[in-house]
Nanobody
């Protein structure tokens, strides 16, 4: 059974930085796609960034140039470095993994999810 565990997150002032990590277990091999999503109360889950196993990542327009997603060589550990944080980045952040041929920022592309970690950015 696949299990995703997030770590990191917390509270920071606007302009600050935070780093999130996600460890995947239970895979035979590595997931084709790993991604970060975020969600605020009352809204749907929004794709932040996705990183395929062997090709370049994709970012939401709202985080381009500020966030960087990466995967470790083992393929099962993923990180999200968040810089120049804004109050609008405040949300619960979720790690996700899936095995579709094309990695997108749609929730339907992922079949395993972590429990989430809170990021709060104050102005």
């Amino acid at each position: 059974q696949v299990h995703l565990a997030e770590s990191g997150g917390g509270a920071v002032q606007a302009g600050g930085s935070l780093s999130l990590s996600c460890a995947a277990s239970g895979y035979t091999g590595n997931p084709a796609c790993m991604a970060w999503f975020r969600q605020v109360p009352g809204k749907g889950r929004e794709g932040v960034a996705t990183i395929p196993r062997y090709t370049s990542p994709t970012y939401a327009e709202s985080v381009k140039g500020r966030f960087a997603i990466s995967r470790e060589n083992d393929g099962n550990t993923m990180s999200l470095q968040m810089n120049s944080l804004e109050p609008e980045d405040t949300a619960m952040y979720f790690c996700a993994s899936g095995d579709r041929a094309i990695c997108t920022l749609d929730t339907e592309a992922y079949n395993a999810w972590g429990q989430g970690t809170q990021v709060t950015v104050s102005s």
